[in-house]
């Protein structure tokens, strides 16, 4: 059973059956845009869901179970909600930046999912410089938390927002630092040949105790960019009520919610993709069956997804100055020292390879 | 910090926040008027009246049993001991004789009201620095303590179970086992409380060398409760101006002198400890006999100023009954602990961030309706 998933070209080569290569093109292009689209709308949903569950699960209930068979049908039902509700906003705030926010942050966690690749075959936008691309793309989100807190006009939402751009800057650089980390060892950015070089093992595992140094900041680092517990302090309930989105309602508030669950989602795929084989099997044991490659991608990237999940419902929030202090003061200067240990380990060859 | 950087033309303004009265942390309908700079406190003014009711002047108009009832509504997480404090002072008045059972009850109902009090306030201390699950954590040992209450008197949080003389009636047959397995429920899940939250770093950061209140503070803003005994300041009604069965049980009073943020948490979670230890020593043995003296169906207390205080989960709750001999109070006046324990608010919090101030206001335990009678 040898299906091909290379999704651009199958598309391509049908559009261009009927139509100039031009046209062809753009249209693969809207398609796949569509695709993603409905996938990650779902998928977004669903990690809303998961997360309720999970919740449920450490805090002794049932969560949503009313909805559908086992309230598979609840997010589903409050997006329709929150579609039907109306768009509130503050009298005196900056309309055109308070209705243009939601977007930034919503459109830099779709584009960043372009360059994953789910399977061998099954990846939109495979660039030379994706890692690259991801961090960068990563980064505009925050444009859209800074502008919606802003261009709110309330006091909360500045704070929130205010919060937010020091505590992304901060933890971009340890994101991006134990990733480099890890691009020392495969000498590549392109995602596609990050997962090849891993065919000898897994980079956690090549890489041994720089790897999991890094995996570990990574994963620090990444909860703190997608501002979840123990890091949200944007949000921070007890203190700023909502945070940067005080004043959004309905969709518009759906946006930046459903941002931060497909955020959690980037994070988490980074992390499988770098560190724990991408869509590789175990010691390659459904090598001969390319498609569950997106089964064991998706299944790594829930673990970790679970893992950021139990760090929210366990642990109590830090502090401000706390945050900072953990960052410059510990994460940073370990992640340098980590790059030197990486960088005499490939050196001397220090790797483990099966 | 200094308001205006060096060598620089950038300079940072103070500004007013408005926190409540629909506020999340203020558990209520406290509004808080905070000046902050950036991050930083500069000053906090608690803004009371979005719930007074007049409960006090609403006891002038009624009688001594109708009272009772208007207590339950002041310091509603601990409604038992409002009741007994209300009911101490007439029964003192009248110089009535209470049968020992009617004693033995009223504490071991005060203490599970404590404990029970005390599981709320830890799970919302929990929410309040950001971890959620404890507050399901709370609830779920607090729901068996409700359950005993219902049974007993058919209520769960406004109890009206005291009547000036004893007891409205006798506690449910099963009251004495659900009570012991109670017990020996939570003695298994109060050690979880410190897994779960205590012992995390990240809360221990939060809480420790923060909200810092010396002893000589805690006395000159008249803290009570957990709050005074976090910063050393032994104030324990219970053993300083003994009532009930009080005198009958040994306990420790829980002490800390450290006065930041965490002291006062380990004192509460002490209290817990103690509050069992308590029960413990009475649920076996409670006397057999009446429960309930009998007074006069339309009360009269005697011409004079009548004072009791009593240990509410919160502190000292004090009950000031002026009568001039008619059937209705000339003045009342309650000193509830949450109005002084407030009143320091300000102090804890000056200097420290945002999120000092939540956890701060969170180990003060405040709930607003005792405060704005």
Same mark, same amino acid.
């Given at each position: 059973m040898n299906i091909s998933l290379n999704i651009t070209t199958t598309i391509t080569e049908f559009l261009s059956g009927f139509m100039s290569e031009g046209a062809a093109n753009i249209g693969t292009m809207v398609v796949i845009a569509l695709i993603y689209l409905a996938i990650f709308a779902v998928a977004g949903l669903y990690l809303v869901l998961l997360e309720r569950k999970v919740a449920a699960w450490f805090q002794l209930r049932l969560g949503p179970n009313r909805v559908g068979p086992w309230g598979l049908l609840q997010t589903m039902a409050d997006a329709l909600k929150l579609v039907s509700k109306e768009l509130t906003g503050t009298v005196k705030a900056d309309k055109f930046l308070y209705n243009l926010a939601p977007y930034f942050v919503i459109v830099s966690s779709l584009m960043a999912l372009? /360059?994953?690749?789910?399977?061998?075959?099954?990846?939109?936008f495979d660039i030379n410089i994706g890692l690259f691309f991801l961090i960068a793309i990563s980064s505009i989100g925050v444009i859209g938390i800074l502008l919606g807190g802003w261009a709110s006009n309330n006091k909360f939402a500045l704070i929130g927002a205010m919060r937010s751009g020091v505590q992304t800057i901060s933890y971009e650089l340890s994101v991006g630092l134990s990733l480099i980390t890890m691009v020392l060892l495969t000498g590549t950015l392109q995602l596609s040949e990050i997962i090849e070089v891993q065919k000898n093992g897994w980079l956690i595992v090549q890489g041994h105790i720089p790897a999991i140094i890094a995996f570990m900041i990574y994963m620090i680092a990444g909860t703190a960019e997608t501002n979840r517990a123990p890091f949200d302090m944007v949000e921070a309930e007890s203190e700023l009520g909502a945070g940067f989105h005080t004043e959004y309602s309905g969709m518009k508030f759906a946006y930046f919610f459903l941002a931060e669950f497909i955020n959690m989602f980037i994070i988490a795929a980074v992390a499988t993709t770098v560190f724990f084989g991408g869509w590789l099997s175990p010691f390659g044991i459904t090598e001969s069956i390319p498609w569950l490659g997106v089964f064991w991608f998706i299944g790594k990237t829930f673990m970790l997804v679970f893992l950021m999940m139990w760090f929210r419902w366990t642990f109590p929030r830090l502090r401000v100055d706390q945050l900072l202090t953990l960052e410059w003061k510990y994460l940073l200067p370990l992640n340098l020292l980590n790059i030197i240990l990486m960088a005499l380990i490939v050196w001397l060859n220090l790797t483990i390879q099966f | 910090m200094d308001t205006t950087i060096k060598n620089s033309n950038l300079k940072s303004e103070e500004y007013f926040i408005n926190m409540g009265p629909q506020h999340p942390a203020t558990h209520g309908v406290l509004r808080l008027l905070l000046t902050i700079d950036g991050e930083i406190i500069k000053k906090v003014e608690p803004d009371l009246g979005y719930i007074h009711r007049s409960i006090e002047k609403m006891c002038e108009r009624d009688s001594y049993q109708q009272i009772v009832h208007l207590t339950d509504r002041m310091d509603y997480l601990s409604s038992h001991i409002n009741n007994e404090a209300v009911c101490l002072t007439v029964e003192n008045a009248l110089q009535l004789e209470i049968p020992d059972r009617v004693k033995v009850i009223r504490t071991i109902i005060g203490e599970l009201t404590r404990i029970a009090s005390h599981c709320l306030w830890w799970g919302v201390m929990g929410m309040d620095v950001g971890a959620l699950t404890t507050y399901f954590y709370g609830f779920r040992d607090r729901e068996m303590i409700n359950d005993i209450f219902e049974e007993t008197c058919g209520a769960r949080l406004t109890m009206n179970y005291n009547i000036p003389g004893g007891l409205m009636f006798d506690i449910h047959p099963n009251f004495v086992k659900r009570t012991k397995e109670f017990i020996a429920h939570f003695k298994t899940k109060l050690p979880e409380y410190d897994t779960l939250l205590t012992g995390n770093v990240i809360f221990q950061k939060r809480m420790k060398g923060v909200g810092i209140l010396t002893k000589e503070d805690a006395i000159s803003f008249g803290a009570s409760g957990p709050v005074g005994r976090g910063s050393g300041?032994?104030?324990d009604v219970r053993k300083y101006?003994?009532?009930?069965?009080?005198?009958k049980v040994t306990f420790n009073e829980a002490l800390k002198t450290d006065g930041d943020s965490f002291a006062r948490y380990q004192v509460r979670i002490q209290e817990m400890w103690e509050s069992m230890s308590i029960i413990e020593q009475l649920i076996d043995n409670?006397?057999?006999?009446? /429960?309930q003296v009998a007074t006069n169906a339309v009360i009269k207390l005697p011409k004079g100023e009548f004072y009791q205080k009593v240990e509410t989960a919160r502190g000292e709750l004090g009950v000031y009954i002026n009568s001039t001999g008619t059937k209705n109070p000339y003045r009342v006046k309650f000193r509830s602990p949450g109005f002084s324990n407030l009143s320091l608010l300000n102090h804890i919090a000056v200097g420290g961030k945002i999120g000092d101030l939540v956890a701060s206001m969170a180990t003060l335990d405040l709930v607003i309706p005792d405060i704005d009678r």
């Open positions: 372009a /360059v994953f690749p789910f399977t061998k075959e099954f990846q939109a | 300041y032994s104030c101006h003994t009532y009930s069965a009080y005198d409670i006397p057999e006999g009446d /429960v």
